[in-house]
T-cell receptor, first 113, second 115 residues
Framework: DAGVTQSPTHLIKTRGQQVTLRCSPK?????VSWYQQALGQGPQFIFQYYEEEERQRGNFPDRFSGHQFPNYSSELNVNALLLGDSALYLC???WGQGIYEQYFGPGTRLTVT | AQKVTQAQTEISVVEKEDVTLDCVYE???????LFWYKQPPSGELVFLIR??????QNEISGRYSWNFQKSTSSFNFTITASQVVDSAVYFC????????????FGKGTMLLVSP
């Protein structure tokens, strides 16, 4: 039973560039959430996708956008990268509309120079 | 607005000591869920427990135990007879019933267990 997978593992980008991160949910899960974890901080919720729609969004600017595909996998896009976007980006999957535990992937470490 | 506070930034113990990690939360909802996650150096968050606001029974799982007290808005986590493999950052998190499983995390407590 494959868990949550994310790609790439590490990424280095320059200010102003755009980046796309990818996530495949755990088998049987249909909901994907994205979190940003700055160094020494707890993860912060970016947004959540369910049935290919953005269902909920945290306090992040429009530069952060996403997509969910029919197979439930998801992408996170960040435009016009800032130095402050450097962080570990975590994808989590869960099932349905209840409050169930979220299973996290290993994350993508993004460094913006 | 919901909030989770983990006042202990870092705790160092020697193997076999018991250690308690504190978590205090704030929410206006009467129905909510509390979680603990472990983040080892590899970075992946590992789910440990979920507890809903109507169940104040303490829970024990092996060397781990959790104490949920609604009266003090606390959900503390105790590791008995700590081991070096317990070294990690531990996060407490809160999800409100209307929040579609989205989590609000505390800043985490780094636990260092030395041999």
């Amino acid at each position: 039973d494959a868990g949550v997978t994310q790609s790439p593992t590490h990424l280095i980008k320059t200010r102003g560039q755009q980046v796309t991160l990818r996530c495949s949910p755990k088998s049987g899960h249909d909901t994907v959430s994205w979190y940003q974890q700055a160094l020494g901080q707890g993860p912060q919720f970016i947004f959540q996708y369910y049935e290919e729609e953005e269902r909920q969004r945290g306090n992040f600017p429009d530069r952060f956008s996403g997509h969910q595909f029919p197979n439930y996998s998801s992408e996170l896009n960040v435009n016009a990268l800032l130095l402050g976007d450097s962080a570990l980006y975590l994808c989590a999957s869960s099932w349905g509309q209840g409050i169930y535990e979220q299973y996290f992937g290993p994350g993508t470490r993004l460094t913006v120079t | 607005a919901q909030k989770v506070t983990q006042a202990q930034t870092e705790i160092s113990v020697v193997e076999k000591e018991d250690v308690t990690l504190d978590c205090v939360y704030e929410t206006r909802d009467t129905t909510y869920y509390l979680f603990w996650y472990k983040q080892p150096p590899s970075g992946e968050l590992v789910f440990l427990i979920r507890r809903n606001s109507f169940d104040e029974q303490n829970e024990i799982s092996g060397r781990y135990s959790w104490n949920f007290q609604k009266s003090t808005s606390s959900f503390n986590f105790t590791i008995t007879a700590s081991q070096v493999v317990d070294s990690a950052v531990y996060f407490c998190a809160l999800s409100e019933a209307q929040g579609y499983s989205t989590l609000t995390f505390g800043k985490g407590t780094m636990l260092l267990v030395s041999p």
